[in-house]
């Protein structure tokens, strides 16, 4: 099988009906990455408006996918939230398996620890079931 790469990118202008004259632009880019079951993926947005630098904000990740035995995987992966205002950036990280019974049936267990998290970004031990179609 050969390695798969997919590339993103994506630009909104923008105005808010709450926040009129306020002109927004916000650009994107993400990047997936598989072979033999290992996959590397990260995204990355940047939203910033005419009122200057105190009313941007800036988001990403990174996330890397390991098989272990049969359809069970380990999952890597680092996030990171600045958002508009004052308060310093949060980072996220994260340390978990995920059981694939298919390619649409995901069963995924996680434990998420971040810092500087002023903003409760939920951290723990998460459990989640995804039917992708």
């Known amino acids: 099988m050969r390695p798969t790469l997919q590339l993103g990118f994506s630009y909104a202008n923008f105005e808010q009906r709450s926040d009129l004259g306020n002109r927004r632009n916000l650009v994107g880019a993400d990047v997936f990455w598989g072979h033999n079951g290992y996959e590397i993926s990260a995204e990355a947005a940047y939203r910033f408006s005419s009122q200057g630098p105190e009313s941007d904000e800036l988001g990403g990740f990174v996330q890397g996918v390991a098989p272990l035995v049969g359809k069970l995987y380990g999952i890597g992966r ?56």
């Open 78 to 133: 680092y996030e990171y939230y600045d958002r508009a205002g004052p308060t310093s950036g949060v980072s996220l990280w994260l340390a978990g398996l995920d059981h694939r019974w298919s390619r649409a049936v995901i069963v995924k267990a996680e434990f998420s620890q971040g810092v500087h998290n002023r903003i409760d970004v939920p951290e723990g031990f998460l459990l989640s079931f995804a039917v992708l179609f």
